[in-house]
C-alpha cells in the first residue's frame, strides 16, 4: 500500500469551503438537508454517506480544537466558554439528527447493497447508537461532557514550591529521581499533600458524574452504567466476565514478576525500608536518565528515532511539526496527561503532552507518536466512520511502537549504559503498568456497580482492591491517607469512564507485536501497517488477525507473554 505522510485537508464539496461552526441556527440546514434528500438509488445512497461523512469530519475537528486549545491553557476562561458552548448549545441539537439519520440509513433497502466486507462493523455501530439513543439522556450528556472537563482545570492548577521555585506535579516528579533520599521524600510528600487539598472536590465531582451516568444507563433500559458503556463502547467481542478473568491472570502471572523487580530495586539500594519515594531512583547514586532537554529537543530526537525505524514514521512527524501541531512541555494552567487528538479534516493529529525531561516523557511521546502513525495511515479511507477503530487496536498502535522503537533510542543516549537502563526503564514499566490497569478497571466495575455508594464505601473498596495486588515490598506506613486518594489522578476514571482495561488487552497485542518485531522486523513491520490502516472497516478480532495477533487475554496467554519479557530484561 502507498503510504502518504504529506497529509492533505480533505476538500469539501457539501459544505463550503469557508464554513465554519459558529451557532446551531448555521449549522442545521446542512443537517437538515441530508435528512430529507432522497435516496433512490445506490449510487445516491454512496453520495449521501460521503455528504454525511464530510459534515461529521466539519463538526468533530471543530470540536476537537475546542478541547485542545482549552487543555493547552485552563486558565483562559473564554477558551473553556467556547468548549462549553459547543457541548451545551451545539451537541444537544446534532443528537436527535443523528439518530434520524442513523434510522434514515439502516431503513433504506439500498443499504443491503454495501459491500458487507467494509461496511459490516459501521452499520454494527450505527444499530448499536440507535438502541442506545433516549432524547431525554441529551441535556445529561451535555452537562457530562462539561463536568468531565472539570478534572482538568482542577489539575492543571496544581503545582508545588521547592526551594523557591513553583513546579507542576508533572515537573515535580522528576525530583522522584534524584539520588538525595531525603529530597525525593519531600518532593513526594508534597506533591501528596498538594492533591489532598482537591481531594473533596475530586470526590465530589467523581460522585456527581457517577450519578449522572447512572441516570443515562437508567433511561437506556440498563440496571447500571457498566451494562451501558460496554454496549456503548461497543465491546462485542469479550465481556465483563472476561475482564475478571484478566484481573485474576494479571494478580497470578503478573504480580510476582513486579514483587521481583522491586526487591531487585530494594536490594540494589541496599535500604531496609523501601518506601514509594524510592521505586523510581537509579542505585549507588546514579544520576537520572536525562534523554533530552526541552520539547525541540524531544521532538528532534523522536523524528531522528523514528526515521532509523520507518522513514514514513519521521515524515509524519515532520508533517504535523510543520503545522504545528505539538504542545510537549508542562507549565503551570495546562491540563494533565497526554493525548493524540485526530483531527478528521486535517488528517494530521495534535499531540499533546505534560514533558518535564524525564525518561517517561520519551515513553508517552512515541507512545502518542504510535497513535499519529495510525491517523495518518486511516486518513484516505473514505468515511469518516471507517476512521473510528476499536480503542483496543488503537493502543496496540502505541504500545507496539513503545516497544519497536527501543531498537533506536541511542538518539536519545549516548553511551551503552544509558540506553540499557532506558530500555530496563521500558519493560519494567510494561509489567509493572499491568496491575494499576488491572485495579482502576475492577474499581470502575464496582464503582458502577453500586452508583449509590458513600465516599467512605467507595474508598474503602478501593483500598481493598489496593490489597489485592498489592505485591507487600513497598512500605506505605503513615502514608495511607495519600493511597486511599490515588485513584484521584487517574483522568480516565473522570473523563473517559471504562476506558483503561483497553491498555491492558492491547499491552498483549504489542507485546506479541514485539515477539514478531525480534524474529522478523520486516514482517512484523508491514503487519503492524496493514492492521492500523484497516481502522474501523473490520472487527477488532479481524484487526488483530491482521497483525498476526490473536485476541486472546487468557491466563495461559498472559503466563507466556510475561516470560518473554522476563527473558529480554534478564538478556539486558
Known amino acids: 500500500m502507498e503510504l502518504i505522510s504529506d497529509i492533505q485537508k480533505l476538500p469539501r464539496h457539501f459544505l463550503p469551503a469557508d464554513f465554519s461552526i459558529t451557532t446551531w441556527a448555521e449549522l442545521e440546514p446542512w443537517f437538515k438537508q441530508l435528512l430529507e434528500r432522497e435516496i433512490l438509488s445506490k449510487k445516491d445512497l454512496d453520495q449521501w454517506l460521503h455528504d454525511m461523512s464530510e459534515l461529521e469530519a466539519a463538526v468533530s475537528e471543530d470540536a476537537c480544537w475546542r478541547q485542545i486549545k482549552m487543555t493547552c491553557d485552563t486558565t483562559d476562561k473564554s477558551l473553556e466558554e467556547a468548549f462549553t458552548y459547543f457541548c451545551m448549545e451545539i451537541q444537544p441539537h446534532i443528537q436527535p439528527y443523528a439518530d434520524k439519520l442513523n434510522k434514515k440509513l439502516i431503513d433504506n433497502p439500498f443499504t443491503a447493497e454495501l459491500d458487507k466486507a467494509i461496511y459490516f462493523p459501521y452499520l454494527r455501530s450505527v444499530k448499536k447508537n440507535i438502541e442506545l439513543f433516549r432524547e431525554k439522556n441529551i441535556p445529561i450528556q451535555a452537562e457530562l461532557s462539561v463536568m468531565q472537563q472539570q478534572f482538568g482545570v482542577i489539575s492543571g ?26 529530597l525525593r521524600e519531600e518532593v513526594y510528600r508534597k506533591i501528596q499533600e498538594r492533591r489532598q487539598q482537591d481531594k473533596e472536590a475530586l470526590d465530589h465531582l467523581y460522585t456527581e458524574l457517577v450519578l449522572r451516568r447512572q441516570q443515562v444507563a437508567e433511561n437506556a433500559g440498563f440496571q447500571n452504567y457498566t451494562d451501558y458503556k460496554f454496549v456503548e463502547l461497543g465491546r462485542f467481542d469479550y465481556t465483563k466476565e472476561d475482564c475478571a478473568r484478566f484481573h485474576d491472570a494479571v494478580r497470578e502471572h503478573v504480580l510476582p514478576l513486579s514483587r521481583k523487580i522491586y526487591e531487585h530495586k530494594k536490594s540494589a539500594l541496599g535500604i531496609t525500608d523501601f518506601r514509594p519515594w524510592d521505586t523510581e531512583v537509579e542505585p549507588g547514586g546514579m544520576a537520572p536518565l536525562h534523554p533530552f532537554h526541552d ?13 532509523k525505524l520507518n522513514p514514513f514514521f519521521a515524515d509524519c512527524i515532520r508533517k504535523m511539526r510543520a503545522m504545528q501541531h505539538f504542545d510537549l512541555e508542562s507549565r503551570k ?15 494530521a493529529p495534535f499531540i499533546f503532552m505534560n514533558a518535564a525531561g524525564q525518561m517517561s516523557d520519551v515513553t508517552t511521546m512515541v507512545h502518542e507518536g504510535g497513535h499519529a502513525i495510525q491517523s495518518f495511515l486511516t486518513h484516505p479511507l473514505s468515511l469518516s466512520a471507517f476512521k473510528e477503530y476499536p480503542m483496543e487496536i488503537a493502543e496496540v498502535a502505541s504500545m ?37 490497569i488491572a485495579m482502576i478497571d475492577k474499581f470502575q466495575h464496582w464503582v458502577y456497580q453500586n452508583p449509590h455508594h458513600s465516599v467512605e464505601e467507595r474508598t474503602k473498596a478501593w483500598m481493598q482492591i489496593v490489597e489485592e495486588f498489592s505485591i507487600g515490598t513497598i512500605d506505605y506506613s503513615g502514608l495511607e491517607s495519600f493511597r486511599e486518594i490515588s485513584w484521584q489522578r487517574q483522568l480516565h476514571l473522570f473523563e473517559v469512564p471504562f476506558y483503561y482495561i483497553e491498555y491492558g488487552i492491547a499491552q498483549l497485542g504489542a507485546i506479541g507485536l514485539w515477539m514478531q518485531f525480534k524474529k522478523d522486523p520486516k514482517m512484523a513491520m508491514e503487519n503492524y501497517i496493514h492492521a492500523l490502516s484497516l481502522g474501523g472497516t473490520k472487527t477488532l478480532p479481524e484487526l488483530y488477525e491482521a497483525a498476526g495477533l490473536k485476541l486472546n487475554f487468557s491466563s495461559a496467554y498472559i503466563q507466556e507473554l510475561m516470560e518473554f519479557v522476563g527473558n529480554e530484561m534478564d538478556n539486558l
Request: hydrophobic share 35%.
Open 157 to 182: 492548577q496544581m503545582s508545588i514550591e521547592l526551594n523557591g521555585k513553583e513546579y507542576t506535579l508533572q515537573q515535580a516528579s522528576k525530583f522522584l529521581e534524584d539520588p538525595n533520599r531525603n
Open 295 to 307: 520539547g525541540k529537543d524531544l521532538l528532534d530526537k523522536t523524528e531522528a528515532c523514528f526515521e
Open 333 to 347: 494552567g495546562k491540563a494533565p496527561g497526554g493525548y493524540n487528538c485526530p483531527l478528521a479534516e486535517s488528517g
Open 400 to 436: 507496539a511502537m513503545e516497544l519497536f522503537s527501543m531498537n533506536y533510542w541511542d538518539v536519545f543516549f549516548d553511551n551503552e549504559k544509558d540506553l540499557k537502563r532506558a530500555k530496563m526503564h521500558q519493560l519494567e514499566r510494561v509489567i509493572t503498568i499491568f496491575p494499576w
